[in-house]
């Protein structure tokens, strides 16, 4: 009987071809996608495939942090000097970014001399500096405008009042 039969056996078509072939389902009856999917079948019959459960595991697996040494560099990094000054190039693929490069200068630093911690982290600084690699602590107070160049800045006043008199006409 066809109405004990359960979805998950057969595909719709092949359900649907038999009880056409027992004269259950009249000829003038059958759907219209049938001489379509008979016309051009798929490559693999879709199959109803029952979903693996994994019951016998009650024990939860959990994975373990991993810290590596140059975390610890990083953080306090980042704490001190925020993400710097410049943003990630990501599109250059051998871009190395300014954290980075005090990571590595903080290891080539720490292999060569005995410094305690706090010392080393300052040197560090003082050396990317002395690099060419300025680095600025965070909340520090920007660059007074005392010591800014005038000429840019007229050139900024003129701009503005260009601006301002291009949007009142």
Wanted: glycine share 4%; aromatic share 8%; with cysteine.
């Amino acid at each position: 009987m066809a109405g004990s039969r359960l979805e998950k056996l057969g595909t719709v078509f092949s359900r649907v071809r038999d009880l056409m072939q027992s004269r259950v389902i009249k000829p003038e009856a059958k759907p219209v996608w049938y001489d379509v999917y008979q016309a051009s079948p798929p490559k693999m019959d879709p199959l109803y495939v029952k979903p693996c459960s994994h019951r016998l595991r009650t024990k939860k697996e959990t994975v373990p942090e991993i810290f590596y040494s140059e975390d610890e560099i990083r953080a306090r990094f980042y704490e001190q000097y925020g993400t710097g000054p410049r943003v990630l190039d990501l599109s250059k693929p051998y871009f190395v970014s300014t954290c980075q490069r005090f990571v590595e200068k903080y290891e080539e630093l720490r292999s060569k001399c005995e410094l305690k911690e706090s010392s080393l982290f300052e040197e560090t600084g003082k050396a990317l500096l002395a690099e060419g690699v300025i680095l600025r602590k965070r909340g520090a107070l920007p660059v007074p405008a005392e010591s800014r160049n005038p000429v840019l800045e007229l050139k900024l006043i003129d701009m503005l009042a260009e601006q301002q008199s291009v949007q009142e006409t």
